[in-house]
């Protein structure tokens, strides 16, 4: 499955962003989807992932409340919903098609990333 992740920009503390992953290939709904971030100088981190049905969630506790993931099986897409966004948010954010699991190692499908950029 190939990914490809867009939707991002540059926003001010508290505007509210909504970034897509957008996956060909047929087995799409076969997986879990991910959602990563890496900061400047920073370990690439967990933000957020979804079954391979939508049916079950789970967020870093840092976006927790603050972004949704969301899935659309039959237009191969998945979204993520920042609201709130704070200057730490700032990061490259990639999607991942594999287990559902927090861990990096544990998805073997990446998008190219897109870089969201939080101003104070």
């Known amino acids: 499955v190939q990914l490809q992740a867009s939707g991002g920009g540059l926003v001010q503390a508290g505007d509210s962003l909504r970034l897509s992953c957008a996956a060909s290939?047929?087995?799409?709904?076969?997986?879990?989807i991910g959602w990563f971030r890496q900061a400047p100088g920073k370990e690439r981190e967990f933000v957020a992932a979804?079954?391979?049905?939508?049916?079950?969630?789970y967020y870093a506790d840092s976006v927790k409340g603050r972004f949704t993931i969301s899935r659309d099986n039959a237009k191969n897409t998945v979204s993520l919903q920042m609201n709130s966004l704070k200057p730490e948010d700032t990061a490259v954010y990639y999607c991942?098609?594999?287990?559902?699991?927090?861990?990096?190692?544990?998805?073997?499908?990446w998008g190219q990333g897109t870089l969201v950029t939080v101003s104070s």
């Open positions: 991942a098609a594999g287990a559902y699991s927090t861990r990096v190692r544990e998805y073997g499908y």
């Open positions: 979804i079954s391979w049905n939508g049916g079950t969630t």
């Open positions: 290939g047929r087995t799409f709904s076969r997986y879990a």
